[in-house]
Nanobody, 116 residues
């Protein structure tokens, strides 16, 4: 079955960096655009970045543009989110997502906490 497994979250100080990973299985990873979302406490889940099937096209939420970089390795069936210059307002559970065979698929999420 379709599985998405995020990892790499943790506690980081403001200004720090983290790299999140999303390992995919159960579908043809290289045929699907992939997305990152996040959900902060008390807020709705929000889209933050998308990468095209071959990785040549990326789009970002304005709030993370220039600080976050989405990438993918189709051989490893893994997507990444490199996060830099982290701010307290980036604190959230981060989810990877793909719309596979007409259905949105989600991982379990990984917690990112930005605090001194």
């Amino acid at each position: 079955q379709v599985q998405l497994v995020e990892s790499g979250g943790g506690l980081v100080q403001p200004g720090g960096s983290l790299r999140l990973s999303c390992a995919a299985s159960g579908f043809t990873f290289e045929s699907y655009a992939m997305n990152w979302y996040r959900q902060a406490p008390g807020k709705e889940r929000e889209w933050i970045a998308t990468i095209s099937v071959a990785g040549g096209s990326t789009t970002y939420l304005d709030a993370v543009k220039g600080r976050f970089t989405i990438s993918r390795d189709n051989m490893k069936k893994t997507m990444y989110l490199q996060m830099a210059s982290l701010k307290p307002e980036d604190t959230a559970v981060y989810y990877c997502n793909a719309n596979v065979r007409g259905l949105p698929r989600w991982g379990q999420g990984t917690q990112v906490t930005v605090s001194s």
